[in-house]
């Protein structure tokens, strides 16, 4: 709600839902010939594909190349398709076959085909494929029959990517629906249904196993959904009021869940002592809102806390930004959408882990009202902190909501944020800087995102650089004080200032979290892409 004046209420609509995923094997005479399927993608090897025409195909393709007068060969040879690892081609079935089409996905060489993110690639390809032949319904046939991967692991990497990876959003384009002359280009709205064959020969307890993948895999990609649509809608909308309500929404959503949501405001705020989180929102028409969920098992065998950083907009304040570097800070709360995404399936996951989850949303905007460079703030834990750089406005938020954390008595405590342009330089846009200050603990939460084929790299954190923001001019300390030297570690050593003894990890996305130039297997390039949710998940789920 608006300061100055009484605001509309703010309404919040229900999560994004991913299409339906079905794993399946199978029976002894069904033939994939037969499937009901819009497009029918099998994944190939480069050295079990013929390089001439009259090389004989084994397996699923020999079958396919017979209902198809054997000129699969012919037409892969025209194209120069040869089974490289994501590489695509198509094949119209002209009612040869069921399927209407099949897409032919290389997987490279059988020996080189042995990490999760080959299949990812490969997925991904194959999925923004179906996308633009407006599949509705998509099967998918591709395990590695060498077995290297494990079956369930490759069930749940083809379904979060295939859920993930041709994302749109097109909310606000009213002639995105009938732009188009030809009449079925009004009805596709993305892929529906996503069939997963199981290879047969599989065991019933193999089969299992897999589907319990397949279903974190969709609450997984449910929850980054979330968080993308969290991140894209455009700033008038995504305040922190709005982010309040989906937190709330998303908690009673989830009713038999352990899972519960409080929101403070600002003089609840205030009476917590948070000068540092308060002062960041103080320039804004918006009230700045603390939200803190919590998650609690019957049997919860740590306690860990993730913090987000929520600015639904920043301007830089009075150290205002120049506009093309304000173009997309809407963005600049993708981190709490994380958090927010992760809760919001937390009770499909039921992790054995208490959570405190907590975002300070606020908005930094320039106004007379403002804080100012040179201001001196006290944040909750008593330490006072110079301005210098109204910029530098996440660790400043950071610093009260992270202590707030902390003071839940977590045995560890992440935060993810879109804090430094400097992580950008250093890492671009395909990783997320992680520091830490405990390597036992950062080990464990690189393991989690390495599964998850979510990249994070480890970035030092140099004592040398600490003088620098622990000593400001007449306070304890002063928000951007390293002079343009390692800007990562210098927010990041802010934050750490914060946290005491408690194990933490400190996740820069500000790269990561809205890739640009480029696709990433899970995200098609300038899209948001809700890094962290897929990490997280894997963290709770190996503890
Ligand atoms: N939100 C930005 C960080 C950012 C920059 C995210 C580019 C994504 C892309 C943050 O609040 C910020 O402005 N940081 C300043 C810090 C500086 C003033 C010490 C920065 O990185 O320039
Ligand atoms: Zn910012
Ligand atoms: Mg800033």
Redesign the pocket.
């Known amino acids: 709600m608006t300061k100055s004046e009484q605001a509309k209420p703010v309404s919040v609509k229900a999560s994004p839902k991913a299409a339906k995923v079905v794993l399946k094997q199978l029976g002894k005479n069904e033939k994939i010939e037969k499937l009901k399927t819009d497009l029918l993608v099998i994944g190939v090897y480069e050295d079990s594909f013929p390089k001439d025409k009259d090389a004989k195909l084994t397996g699923l393709l020999s079958d396919l190349n017979n209902s198809f007068n054997s000129e699969i060969t012919k037409l892969a040879l025209q194209e120069q398709f040869q089974a490289k690892l994501a590489s695509t081609l198509v094949i119209n079935s002209l009612d040869r076959i069921s399927p209407k089409k099949v897409l032919l996905i290389g997987l490279g060489t059988k020996k080189d085909l042995n990490k999760l993110d080959q299949i990812r690639k490969a997925t991904a390809n194959a999925a923004r494929k179906a996308d633009s032949l407006k599949a509705e319904n998509v099967t998918f046939i591709l395990y590695d029959n060498e077995n290297k991967l494990a079956d369930s692991d490759v069930s749940r990497a083809i379904t979060e990517i295939s859920l993930l990876a041709p994302y749109k959003f097109n909310k606000y384009l009213n002639n995105s629906k009938d732009s188009s002359s030809k009449q079925e280009d009004k009805k596709f709205d993305g892929i529906k249904e996503i069939n997963l064959i199981f290879p047969s020969e599989s065991s019933k307890k193999e089969f299992d196993l897999a589907k319990a993948e397949v279903e974190k895999g969709i609450a997984g990609a449910e929850g980054v959904l979330l968080a993308r649509e969290l991140i894209i809608e455009p700033p008038n909308i995504v305040n922190p009021e709005y982010l309040a309500k989906v937190a709330e929404r998303v908690t009673k959503d989830q009713k038999d869940s352990d899972l519960t949501v409080k929101v403070l405001g600002e003089s609840e705020c205030r009476k917590l002592g948070m000068g540092a989180f308060l002062a960041v929102g103080q320039g804004s028409e918006n009230e700045s809102k603390l939200i803190h969920f919590h998650y609690k098992p019957k049997k919860a065998k740590k306690h860990i806390a993730i913090v987000g950083k929520g600015?639904t907009f920043?301007s830089?304040g009075l150290s205002l930004k120049p506009a093309k570097?304000m173009e997309k800070?809407k963005y600049?709360m993708a981190g709490s959408a994380a958090v927010i995404g992760l809760m919001s399936i937390v009770s499909k996951i039921k992790p054995d882990v208490e959570i405190t989850a907590v975002v300070a949303a606020c908005e930094n905007m320039p106004s007379g009202a403002s804080y100012r460079p040179g201001d001196v703030l006290t944040s909750m834990s008593g330490k006072t902190i110079e301005i210098n750089?109204t910029?530098?406005?996440?660790r400043v938020t950071l610093a009260d909501s992270v202590y707030y954390a902390c003071q839940q008595k977590p045995d560890a405590v992440i935060d993810i944020a879109?804090?430094?342009?400097?992580v950008?330089v250093a890492l671009g846009e395909t990783a997320a800087g992680l520091m830490t200050n405990n390597s036992e603990f950062a080990d464990k939460v690189k393991k989690a995102f390495e599964q998850s084929g979510e990249k994070v790299w480890e970035l030092p954190l140099y004592e040398d650089y600490e003088d620098d923001v622990v000593k400001g001019t007449i306070a304890d300390m002063i928000n951007?004080g390293s002079g343009g030297q390692a800007?990562s570690q210098?927010g990041a050593l802010f934050v750490k200032q914060f946290v005491g003894e408690t194990p933490w990890v400190h996740l820069d996305i500000?790269g990561i979290c809205w890739p640009e130039k480029r696709d990433t297997h899970h995200t098609p390039r300038n899209n948001p892409s809700g890094f962290g949710v897929l990490g997280f998940i894997r963290y709770l789920e190996g503890i």
Request: proline share 0%; glycine share 20%; no cysteine.
């Open positions: 600015i920043d830089g570097s800070m600049d750089n910029d530098a406005e996440g879109t804090l430094t342009g400097a950008v951007s800007g210098n500000a």
